[in-house]
């Protein structure tokens, strides 16, 4: 098997399994919060979880990474890694059973102070499946990846949903992700037969300890940038708000993780044997916005058309709150996902410090903008990642460029093809509001009906426009559908124009 179509086969694994995990948390996002679960609770568990992440980004110490992408990793190597990464996060942990109590006095929530301490005690399993893990993905081993992936959510789901059953509210969310975490430990340590750090080895440590804090630190305003708007509004609104916030921000990104979560795990270990081979790795990173772009795109665009039927007809009236933060952070996310592996290539190309101050740079911008917004509505909170999602281009794209080499004509290129395919894939819903029925009043068959045409287009003018990723998915489809005899169902990309 040639090398692109081993990234090719893992990629359709990747999204594969991505498929699985939506579809099992979306399941139980919605069982949930239609029968058992309202924003007051989900605001409440979002504030405890926010809280604990916030701490717990510094247990991973960039060991993923470091093991993944590291040229020469021997069984030695390996064993540094797990004993570092064991004594540091458990450390971690240590610190976040500890700082509950005065988090839950900070808030003056009754009901916190248990959330806070069910899911610190769940991140004592992480460190069991970090180094594991990371070893799956740097042999590309996607099929244990996907065993890992549905597992946990499986669990948590099963758990969640089990307690809230009998009436435990918001606990039931946190043992849910308590079980989550005891999943991924046993499955990983499964999956690699077993590999703890016995004896521990400390030698050799400080190339993990030195890749491991330009890491930890970059997760850390990541982390940041990501959790603190639930926070903030937690302190500048109130929980009910938290919970809109959190069910608008959590579909729109398990939604884009669905998309394109899976093909960021491929890429990553891909651009490393580009890179130790000697590719120039600008016309991979053109073709891989291309792939990003051109899926993501049109999914989020659609979900913020979208985002009243899908609140009212998925969750319930009690939950329309969510519907306007779901389009504000809908749209934020085609343009931080324009840049896709904006973190992972500099680390990979060992251009962890310019890429440090970049980072505090927007999420300083981050914070100004979300707190700006808080201090007038949960729907002026939503918007400002829209703001802040041009000032995050406006920051990083220079550098990335300056880093992988793509030419800016190219990409600019693609960002246009891609929004033209977006356009596309809109079009019928917004026709629907017009001359079926407005966004309020619209049922999930004209919801369904206007989506699916949409796809039809979005796949004409993909074909159309001679968009890169067509080519990617005509090969995928292809290659599916030539099992049942059905190859000739897929339109084979237009010729070149001479």
């Known amino acids: 098997?040639?090398?692109?179509?081993?990234?090719?086969?893992?990629a359709l694994l990747a999204m594969a399994s991505q498929m699985g995990a939506f579809i099992i948390q979306f399941a139980a996002s919605v069982i949930l919060a239609r029968w058992f679960i309202d924003p007051d609770e989900l605001g409440l568990f979002t504030i405890a979880f926010s809280f604990v992440s916030l701490l717990a980004v510094l247990q991973e110490?960039?060991?993923?990474?470091?093991?993944?992408?590291?040229?020469?990793?021997?069984?030695?190597?390996?064993?540094?890694?797990?004993?570092?990464?064991?004594?540091?996060?458990?450390?971690?942990?240590?610190l976040c059973v500890l700082l509950s109590w005065p988090a839950a006095a900070f808030y003056d929530l009754p009901g916190l102070l248990p959330l806070l301490l069910v899911v610190a005690a769940s991140y004592f399993f992480v460190p069991l499946a970090t180094v594991p893990m990371a070893l799956l993905h740097?042999?590309?081993?996607?099929?244990?990846?996907?065993?890992?992936e549905i597992g946990v959510v499986l669990t948590n789901a099963a758990v969640a949903i089990t307690l809230a059953w009998y009436g435990y509210g918001a606990i039931a969310?946190?043992?849910?992700?308590?079980?989550?975490?005891?999943?991924?430990?046993?499955?990983?340590?499964?999956?690699?037969?077993?590999?703890?750090p016995i004896p521990p080895r400390i030698e050799g440590a400080w190339p993990v300890l030195h890749f491991g804090g330009f890491s930890t630190v970059l997760n850390g305003m990541s982390q940041l940038g990501s959790r603190l708007p639930e926070l903030l509004i937690g302190r500048l609104l109130d929980t009910v708000a938290v919970g809109l916030f959190a069910r608008a921000y959590g579909l729109a990104w398990q939604l884009r993780w669905l998309v394109s979560g899976g093909m960021t795990t491929v890429f990553y270990p891909a651009f490393a044997r580009f890179r130790d081979r000697g590719d120039p790795l600008g016309p991979h990173y053109e073709r891989v916005t291309a792939s990003f772009t051109a899926l993501t795109w049109p999914t989020m665009a659609g979900l913020a058309a979208c985002s009243v039927p899908v609140v009212n007809i998925l969750y319930g009236e009690r939950w329309l709150g969510a519907a306007r933060p779901l389009e504000w952070i809908a749209m934020a996310q085609i343009l931080m996902i324009a840049l896709p592996l904006h973190v992972e290539l500099p680390i990979l190309l060992k251009r962890t410090r310019p890429l440090l101050w970049r980072f505090g740079l927007d999420t300083a911008v981050s914070v100004v903008l979300l707190a700006i917004g808080a201090m007038f509505s949960l729907e002026a909170a939503a918007a400002s990642r829209v703001a802040y999602g041009f000032a995050w281009l406006a920051i990083h794209a220079p550098f990335l460029q300056g880093v992988v080499g793509f030419r800016w004509s190219a990409l600019l290129r693609i960002w246009l093809q891609s929004a033209l395919v977006t356009g596309a894939a809109?079009?019928?819903?917004?026709?629907?509001?017009?001359?079926?029925?407005?966004?309020?009043?619209?049922?999930f068959l004209q919801v369904?009906?206007?989506?699916?045409?949409?796809?039809?287009?979005?796949?004409?003018?993909?074909?159309?426009?001679?968009?890169?990723?067509?080519?990617?998915i005509h090969h995928f489809a292809s290659h599916a559908l030539s099992r049942f005899g059905w190859a000739r169902l897929v339109p084979a990309p237009r010729p070149a124009s001479h």
């Open 1 to 10: 098997m040639s090398s692109a179509m081993s990234v090719r086969g893992a």
């Open 61 to 94: 110490f960039g060991i993923n990474r470091y093991v993944a992408g590291e040229p020469d990793l021997d069984d030695d190597g390996v064993r540094t890694a797990f004993t570092v990464s064991l004594a540091i996060s458990w450390t971690i942990a240590v």
């Open 138 to 148: 740097r042999r590309m081993d996607f099929r244990s990846n996907t065993m890992i």
């Open 173 to 196: 969310l946190a043992w849910g992700a308590f079980a989550q975490q005891v999943a991924r430990a046993a499955i990983a340590q499964w999956r690699v037969g077993g590999k703890l």
């Open 426 to 443: 809109v079009l019928p819903v917004w026709l629907s509001y017009r001359y079926v029925a407005p966004a309020l009043e619209a049922g």
């Open 448 to 472: 369904f009906a206007a989506a699916v045409i949409g796809v039809v287009l979005w796949l004409v003018t993909l074909r159309q426009i001679r968009h890169p990723a067509y080519f990617e």
